[in-house]
């Protein structure tokens, strides 16, 4: 009789490796909704005197993504108006120059900041997925298993740098308050985060044959 594997292994749906499910497929395309991803260890961990901010600033992470996305497009859409002179209802009358320009610059101040907010929250989306791809390449066994997550992870760290690059672009007009000196803080650790991340994954799809 053959021997049997030594151990218990767990069942279900999931990504199936070595004989145990490490999770479904949809971790690795979806990153996680709230808090930071718990079960496994991230691939590399932060200081241990961030990890609770961390963990704060993660909360509701995809709420704020939304509403960010929804006040740099209504602020948008104020610009036009303001540029074009519509009345906001059919029963105003014209704006004057005046007010186009005082109702502009303040829907251009607003625009702008929350797109810095914007790109900040989504380079820690970003971040979260290219994450959650190196947690399935560490655990995975074998380099032809690992490589398709580990490229994921490393396209999602680029995608995470292009975005916080552009939050601390933003942040930079607003550098003399503590608003843009925050964004510019998250965006840049997210940047961070992924990078190591990326390598997390790219020496999981070298290391040898388990």
Known sequence: MAGTREGPHNHGSGTFVGGDVHGGL?????????????????????????????????????????????????AGLAVVYAV????????????????????GLVAVYACLAAAAAFSARLAQVFELWSEQCAITATQS?????????????????????????????????YGWSSYGGEVSQRAHLARLNAAANANSARAAAKRPRA
């Open 141 to 173: 066994r074998g380099r032809l298993v690992a490589r398709p997550p580990a490229s994921m992870s490393r396209a999602m760290a680029g995608l995470t740098t292009a975005a916080a690059v552009a939050a601390e672009l933003l942040a930079s007009l």
């Open 26 to 74: 949809w971790q690795v395309f979806l990153a996680s909704h709230g808090k930071r991803t718990s079960g496994n260890p991230a691939p590399t961990k932060r200081q241990p005197e961030q990890d609770d901010e961390d963990e704060d600033d993660y909360e509701g992470v995809l709420d704020s993504l939304m509403g960010t996305a929804w006040i740099a497009a209504s």
């Open 84 to 103: 074009m002179g519509w009345p906001w209802t059919d029963h105003e009358p014209t704006p004057g120059i005046a007010a186009r320009i005082g109702g």
